[in-house]
């Protein structure tokens, strides 16, 4: 049923929103220049690896030591407003339309975090990552860590479909009222480190 959901609801969305979608490309072309899409491999269902799709929201700098600039450097006004209004999101319905990820699930997030997590956390990993989630509803970016994954672990235990519609719903006052969009300091969030105060996270993360 949540597949079957996740199909008809991200189908309909990319035919309504075609034409938002064509503008935001073109935009983020003139202002970002190309690629307009943004790609990164990051772990689904059982952490396996897929490309998510979202929209640009940094331009390409480089300090004098050849690395990327600090990503708070690099994102641009038009890009804080792109994550603001969760607006570089919108690709991610492919992602939905492929089986890589469904509406309603925990974020997607980096492939280097999967050794990183304690093994209740890494119980987020069974089921399809969301482009919302119940984390992102309950605070976003503003929360820590450790909340964010419990959070995401709650709703693995208690997920449903009057769940997920609940969610979609706090998700559109989140998005108008721009809440937790990054930490102080941060263009998102800090970087998670894993749990330093068990002992087989200090071996394996010094």
Partial sequence: MKRLFDLVAAG??????????????????????????????????????????????????????GKPLPDCERLTRFGRFLRATSLDEL??????????????????????YLDRYSPRQAR??????????????????????????????????????ALDLKILWMTLGSVFRADGVCQPGHATTEEFMGNADKPEDKEGHR
Avoid: C
């Fill in 12 to 65: 309909a969305a990319l035919l309504l929103l075609w034409p938002v979608l064509a503008v935001l490309a073109l935009v983020v072309r003139l202002a970002l220049g190309s690629p307009v899409f943004f790609r990164q491999v990051r772990p689904g269902l059982h952490g396996s690896p897929f490309t998510i799709i979202k929209f640009r929201t940094m331009r390409h700098a480089e300090g004098r030591d």
């Fill in 91 to 112: 690709p991610e319905l492919i992602n939905v339309l492929r089986g890589d990820m469904s509406l309603v699930g925990p974020r997607p997030l980096l492939m280097a």
């Fill in 124 to 161: 987020r990993h069974e089921v399809r990552p969301g482009i919302t989630g119940w984390a992102q509803v309950n605070g976003r970016n503003a929360i820590s860590w450790e909340e964010k994954l419990e959070y995401d672990v709650w709703y693995v235990d208690n997920r449903s479909l």
